[in-house]
Every structure is written in C-alpha cells, then in structure tokens.
C-alpha cells in the first residue's frame, strides 16, 4: 500500500494526462472532439482543451478544418530521434540496395499493432517510381511490411496465413494491399529475438518475375541491420 501511494505521487498529473490524450488521438486516424477526449480521460472539457492546445504548440497534436484533433508531426520526430541509430544503420544499406536493383527500399518500425515508415528510398533512374510517406501508418497485419514483422513474432491465434507462409520461408510477399498495381516484399528485422521492425522493396507488377532475387536481397539487407543494429 506504501509503495502504491509513493508511486502515485511520483506521477505528474498533468504530464499524465498529456500522455492519455496522446495515446487516445493514436487509436484513430480521423481523429477526436475536444469533448470525446474529455470523456475519455475523465476530466473537464476546459481542462482538455488547455491540454491540447499545449500539445498543439509543440505540433504533438494537430487541429483539423472540422476542429477534431489528430496526432501531429511532433510524435514522429520523436519516433525518428528514438528509431535514430536504426535509421542510421539502415539509410546507406537501403541507398545501396535501391540503386543496385532499381526499386523503392523501405524501413518500417512496429508501433503497437501499426507499422510506421521510417525511411523510403525511390531509385531516381527508374521509369516508374513509387514512394511511401515517412510516418505514415498501416496495420501490421495489412501488407508485407508488417506481415513480416508478425512473422518474427510467437504465432498467435487468428493471424492471417500469410503470416505463417512469411514465417517458414523468411520474407512476406503482398500485392496492391497498399498502392494498386504494386508489390511489397519484406524480411524481418530483429532486437534480440522479436522482430520490431522490417526492411523491404516495392516493385511494380510487371516485375514479379524478379520476386525470388529479389526476396534474397531483401533477406540479406535484414540479416546484416539486424545484426549492425545488435
């Protein structure tokens, strides 16, 4: 009971209710009313629009035309200052990897049950090119990126088979679940023994006749930033 209530007053309420706020705007893309936060968190709707308003100014959270709120630009440039050493590993690794086989590279980092992208790398000798948006957010089980993650994770119940597929050969492999007319491939990247993010290239259709070159490259790129990344 004594360590119970110490560590209650350790807790900034302020700060931990920012903190709440942050993580409700996180649970959707289209974002929430100052009055469905304030709902959530429990507290006066005065009391959250003060909170807001803070975070807004440092652009952890943004206002849309509508007035509901949605992360902001500020939350990925603390995801990119923690994923920094990653980012760093990974950036020459994919520059070369893109310019050797002439196709976008991607890194994505796991964020709870989303994949988040971290870097995209275009070849700027290609006729078509595709790019994906730094901090842009996907399921983990949508689309190869995060397929792979899952696949160097524990099975668990109800995952897709594309999960379990991606697991037994190394690398998952999808079509137009992201942008029509192009496919993902992507191998696990491990810390220790879980997967917290994965590397990957995307191709157009007409190139999938490449795919198992091309799955090597990408299973090579993952083995040597898991092991650079440590």
């Known amino acids: 009971m004594a360590e119970s209530r110490k560590a209650s007053s350790e807790i900034a309420q302020t700060l931990d209710r920012g903190l709440q706020v942050l993580e409700f705007l996180g649970t959707s893309a289209e974002g929430f009313t100052a009055t469905e936060v304030a709902q959530h968190v429990g507290v006066h709707r005065s009391i959250v629009a003060r909170l807001l308003g803070t975070l807004a100014h440092r652009n952890f959270v943004a206002r849309l035309s509508d007035g509901r ?54 070849p700027p000798a290609a006729n078509f090119r595709v790019g994906m948006r730094v901090g842009a957010r996907v399921p983990l089980s949508l689309a190869a990126n995060g397929i792979a993650i899952l696949a160097g994770r524990e099975p668990v119940p109800g995952e897709r088979p594309e999960v379990d597929e991606a697991r037994r050969r190394g690398f998952a492999m999808t079509t137009g679940e992201i942008v029509p007319g192009y496919t993902g491939i992507a191998a696990p990247v491990y810390t220790g023994d879980r997967a917290t993010a994965s590397v990957g290239l995307v191709i157009p259709e007409a190139r999938i006749g490449e795919a198992s070159d091309l799955a090597d490259e990408v299973m090579t790129l993952a083995r040597a930033l898991s092991l650079a990344s440590g």
Do not use: C, N, W
């Open 69 to 122: 709120y949605v992360i902001g630009s500020g939350i990925f440039t603390l995801a990119r200052m923690v994923s920094k050493d990653l980012i760093s590993l990974a950036t020459p690794m994919l520059r070369d990897a893109t310019q050797r086989v002439v196709a976008t590279s991607v890194l994505h980092v796991a964020d709870g049950d989303e994949a988040v992208t971290m870097l995209s790398i275009e």
